[in-house]
């Protein structure tokens, strides 16, 4: 019987979180962004925490380093282990959860995560068991989504409608400097932040609500939990697409996020 009061709501993610795939795509770039400002070199050690598709895994064996990938979706391993033997990248993708890192105390030089670690829901634990298995001097970085913009108050919407249970974080929080230091405390140093954008085609702030639906876990979740209250379905869609109009120009949705760095201690 397990512990982890957090057990069915980490059941209910790895489901949600299973039709990310056709997405992942408009990670790459953001991967290799955080591998360039993580400051990752060959022969580093390098662990990718909620690694997904494996987009920044296989973006750092590109670049050298020997890269394993943790997540809680097989679906998305899978793709993560087809994504790595295209290239003949050989990657230990395995299943697992952030809050539970199965590897040795300081196994790795370099603990990142993409949009990954921030929906463990103790943001406490999840940290505590990166920085476990990082190294002295090592590096952790990660990317996050701010509160103030648009993917930090699309997941605060979802929110409004269908709450986490009680004692789960917000996942935008990670993406708040201040809370960043904070969590970090003082295991680490030389605490680093750097802003960039993810660029998100599409031809119009309703087709983004509908992309969201197929491919994001937990509008996905709130949409078949609405699929019987019609009316307030069409009111969150209808709250989400006025949200994207702010952030859409050119067919593009702009979707700033915060990329942090730091060395252990």
Same mark, same amino acid.
């Given at each position: 019987?397990?512990?982890?009061?957090?057990?069915?709501?980490?059941?209910?993610?790895?489901? *949600?979180?299973?039709?990310?795939?056709?997405? $992942?795509?408009?990670?790459?770039?953001?991967? *290799?962004?955080?591998?360039?400002?993580?400051?990752?070199? *060959?022969?580093?050690?390098?662990?990718?925490?909620?690694?997904? !598709?494996?987009?920044?895994?296989?973006?750092?064996?590109?670049?050298?380093?020997?890269?394993?990938?943790?997540?809680?979706?097989?679906?998305?391993?899978?793709?993560?282990?087809?994504?790595? *033997?295209?290239?003949?990248?050989?990657?230990?993708?395995?299943?697992?959860?952030?809050?539970?890192?199965?590897?040795?105390?300081?196994?790795?030089?370099?603990?990142?995560?993409?949009?990954?670690?921030?929906?463990?829901?103790?943001?406490?634990?999840?940290? $505590?068991?990166?920085?476990?298995?990082?190294?002295?001097?090592?590096?952790?970085?990660?990317?996050?989504?701010?509160?103030?913009?648009?993917?930090?108050?699309?997941?605060?919407?979802?929110?409004?409608?269908?709450?986490? #249970?009680?004692?789960? $974080?917000?996942? =935008?929080?990670?993406?708040?400097?201040?809370?960043?230091?904070?969590?970090?405390?003082?295991?680490?140093?030389?605490?680093?932040?750097?802003?960039?954008?993810?660029?998100?085609? !599409?031809?119009?702030?309703?087709?983004?609500?509908? !992309?969201?639906?197929?491919?994001?876990? =937990?509008?996905?979740?709130?949409?078949?939990?609405?699929?019987?209250? #019609?009316?307030?379905?069409?009111?969150?869609?209808?709250?989400?697409?006025?949200?994207?109009?702010?952030?859409?120009?050119?067919?593009?949705?702009?979707?700033?996020?915060?990329?942090?760095?730091?060395?252990?201690?």
């Amino acid at each position: 019987m397990t512990t982890d009061p957090f057990a069915l709501f980490k059941a209910s993610q790895r489901e *949600a979180w299973a039709i990310f795939a056709p997405t $992942a795509v408009f990670t790459t770039p953001c991967a *290799a962004a955080l591998i360039e400002f993580a400051e990752v070199r *060959a022969g580093e050690n390098v662990l990718d925490v909620g690694c997904g !598709t494996g987009v920044v895994a296989i973006t750092a064996a590109q670049a050298g380093a020997r890269a394993k990938g943790l997540d809680l979706s097989p679906v998305l391993l899978a793709d993560a282990r087809r994504n790595a *033997a295209l290239i003949n990248a050989d990657i230990e993708f395995i299943e697992g959860d952030a809050e539970a890192l199965p590897y040795p105390d300081a196994s790795f030089d370099v603990v990142l995560s993409q949009f990954g670690h921030m929906f463990a829901p103790r943001p406490d634990i999840a940290i $505590a068991e990166m920085l476990r298995v990082l190294k002295k001097g090592g590096r952790i970085a990660f990317s996050t989504w701010p509160p103030e913009l648009m993917v930090g108050k699309l997941f605060a919407l979802v929110a409004s409608y269908l709450p986490p #249970p009680p004692g789960a $974080a917000a996942p =935008p929080l990670w993406g708040d400097p201040a809370v960043i230091i904070h969590r970090l405390g003082d295991a680490v140093e030389n605490i680093e932040f750097q802003r960039d954008e993810m660029r998100f085609a !599409t031809l119009s702030p309703r087709h983004y609500v509908a !992309t969201m639906e197929l491919t994001i876990g =937990p509008v996905a979740k709130l949409v078949s939990a609405l699929a019987d209250d #019609p009316a307030r379905l069409d009111q969150f869609r209808g709250e989400l697409a006025k949200l994207v109009e702010t952030y859409f120009a050119r067919n593009i949705v702009r979707q700033s996020f915060l990329m942090t760095r730091a060395t252990r201690v």
